[in-house]
Nanobody, 124 residues
């Protein structure tokens, strides 16, 4: 069992930056690939970024590639999402999630544990 708690969301002007953090409880954090998803009102939850067990391989949605960076620290049981050049289209609730060992990180069905999310609002 893994419990995930996100933090770092907030209100930011377009062009600004935020860094989200996700802290995991439990001893099995390093055995899970991790991902970030987001969901805007009235829209499906969508993949944002993912990272493998060691942090060596990272994956991004086209809409955020080059602006967002996902990192993990297995010693601290944390995964982060650094977001730069934010725009109003990035406004959503952001969720941290822990994946199983075999599915695609782009697919939300691959994830077995989810946090409650943190709200990011970008204004112009």
């Amino acid at each position: 069992q893994v419990q995930l708690v996100e933090s770092g969301g907030g209100l930011v002007q377009a062009g600004g930056s935020l860094r989200l953090s996700c802290e995991a409880s439990g001893r099995t954090f390093s055995s899970h690939r991790m991902g970030w998803f987001r969901q805007a009102p009235g829209k499906e939850r969508e993949f944002v970024a993912g990272v493998d067990w060691s942090g060596a391989n990272r994956y991004y949605a086209d809409s955020v590639r080059g602006r967002f960076t996902v990192d993990r620290d297995n010693a601290q049981n944390t995964v982060s999402l650094s977001m730069n050049a934010l725009n109003p289209a990035d406004t959503a609730r952001y969720f941290c999630a822990a994946a199983n060992s075999w599915g695609s990180l782009y697919n939300k069905g691959t994830y077995i544990y989810w946090g409650q999310g943190t709200q990011v609002t970008v204004y112009s």
